[in-house]
């Protein structure tokens, strides 16, 4: 039998009684999410994208939550999650017992949480500068696609577009091959990749590649 979220829940959410069911983590950016206990087998998590999101818990894993893409992984100590936001990313956050509200904090998966002057590039958490384009800066005798890389977490998608259906998520380090180059967005190129078996699209700004090439965040390390 399933343990029930309450079970689960009784080291994660220990302490008072006015906090037993209610903890907040810190994230990347000053950013933070609070989680509150709704129901026997439910979450509240926020603010994810301005909002708060009711997240069901999973049958066969007591420690994930999901509705839709939309997702939080608890570690087994709890004192650790993994947010997954579509067209977004995921995001790894920490319990601190100092974080005991929100303070400003934007959220994830906000439009624009870096501040002036800067910008979120496309299905990650990074902040970069307004008139940056890493991932466009010439590459002297670059080689030849195919060749090997890494997917750092995100979509892979039918086609070239964050509108484009998705095929799957992958995880941070999932092993890919990249094809051929399929446009650009953001001063970053789509990629035509392979995983599993399976042919799909990504966008650069989330892989790293085997060798230096340009249109992609970086080269593995």
């Known amino acids: 039998m399933l343990k029930t ?3 689960v829940l009784v080291l994660m959410f220990s302490g008072s009684f006015a906090s037993a069911q209610t903890r907040t983590y810190s994230c990347a950016k000053g950013n933070a999410i609070t ?12 603010p994810i994208e301005g909002g708060t999101m009711r997240l069901k818990q999973e049958a066969g894993n007591p420690l994930r939550f999901s509705d839709g893409d939309y997702a939080v992984q608890i570690s087994p ?7 997954e936001i579509p067209d977004w990313g995921s995001a790894k956050c920490s319990f601190r017992p100092e974080v005991v509200a929100q303070d400003g904090r934007s959220g994830l998966g906000n439009a624009g949480p870096c501040g ?8 990650t958490d990074r902040c970069v500068p307004n008139d940056a384009h890493p991932g466009r800066r010439p590459i ?3 080689p030849a696609l195919p060749m090997a890389g890494m997917s750092l977490g995100g979509i892979m998608r039918t086609e070239p577009s964050m509108s484009a259906p998705k095929l799957a998520s992958l995880t941070e380090k999932s092993g890919i091959t990249l094809l051929e180059r399929a446009g650009s967005m953001d001063g970053y190129d789509w990629f035509k990749i392979e995983f599993h078996g399976r042919i799909g699209y990504q966008w650069g700004g989330i892989m790293c590649s085997a060798e230096a090439i340009s249109g992609i965040y970086q080269r593995c390390e």
């Open 5 to 7: 979220l309450a079970a």
């Open 140 to 142: 002297a005798n670059q």
């Open 35 to 46: 989680l509150t206990v709704i129901a026997p087998n439910a979450i509240k998590a926020g």
């Open 116 to 123: 002036p002057g800067f910008h979120q590039a496309p299905q």
């Open 77 to 83: 100590d709890q004192s650790r999650i993994t947010v």
